[in-house]
Nanobody, 122 residues
Framework: QVQLVASGGGLVRSGGSLTLSCAAT??????????MRWYRQAPGKQRELVAD???????NYANSVKGRFTISRDNAKNTVYLQMNSLKPEDTAVYYC??????????????WGQGTQVTVSS
């Protein structure tokens, strides 16, 4: 089974930058990570999709982060990144990574990592 471990959250001032990372690990070395995603959930709000990236590198972004956030991945390291620039107080949320993977002929979708808190002060 694949586990996702996120890191990189913290406290930053408005206009600042942060980079989140999420690494996929497993006891088996035969797994392959397919799509990877970043979601976020602000207090009192529903979890929302921020950005996603296919194994081949195709990306999609929520309108609220287009031009400010960049999702990327390193397939050799089974890691996805979220570079966040020009951060705003409304970006404050717990950020979660999510991924689909294939292992020994079985496809598993929507695996969640633990969240990492991002707080943007005004």
């Amino acid at each position: 089974q694949v586990q996702l471990v996120a890191s990189g959250g913290g406290l930053v001032r408005s206009g600042g930058s942060l980079t989140l990372s999420c690494a996929a690990t497993a006891y088996s070395s035969s797994f392959s990570i397919n799509a990877m995603r970043w979601y976020r959930q602000a207090p009192g709000k529903q979890r929302e999709l921020v950005a996603d990236i296919t194994r081949g590198g195709n990306t999609n972004y929520a309108n609220s982060v287009k031009g400010r956030f960049t999702i990327s991945r390193d397939n050799a390291k089974n890691t996805v990144y979220l570079q966040m620039n020009s951060l705003k107080p409304e970006d404050t949320a717990v950020y979660y990574c999510n991924a689909d993977y294939r292992n020994q002929g079985l496809t598993v979708t929507g695996v969640w990592g633990q969240g990492t808190q991002v707080t943007v002060s005004s």
